[in-house]
């Protein structure tokens, strides 16, 4: 009894721990490819109401070169109006 809910402790850090890396591998991908820092862009998505989580937004930073320009632009023109 006792070591299965070592066990189940165990297993749940375990998994709190690759999500926690997995998150910093996704941000950091998503920093390098950007010319955006990546709290910018967060935010800029939410205002705008896109739906995209870190790893689809990845995923697309890496694989669409035209999106990622274009996804750019679009940040950097919305905050170069805001100041």
Do not use: A, D, P
């Not at 402790?9 to 709190?16: D, E, G, I, S």
């Not at 967060?42 to 694989?63: A, D, P, T, W």
Request: positive net charge.
């Amino acid at each position: 009894m006792f070591y299965q809910v070592k066990k189940e402790l165990l297993n749940t850090k375990t998994r709190k721990l690759k999500k926690r890396y997995l998150r910093k591998k996704f941000i950091s991908r998503i920093g390098f490819v950007s010319g955006v820092r990546y709290n910018l862009l967060i935010r800029f998505l939410f205002s705008n109401r896109f739906i995209l989580n870190r790893k689809i937004l990845m995923q697309v930073r890496v694989e669409e070169c035209f999106t990622t320009f274009s996804l750019e632009n679009w940040v950097k023109c919305h905050y170069k109006n805001l100041f």
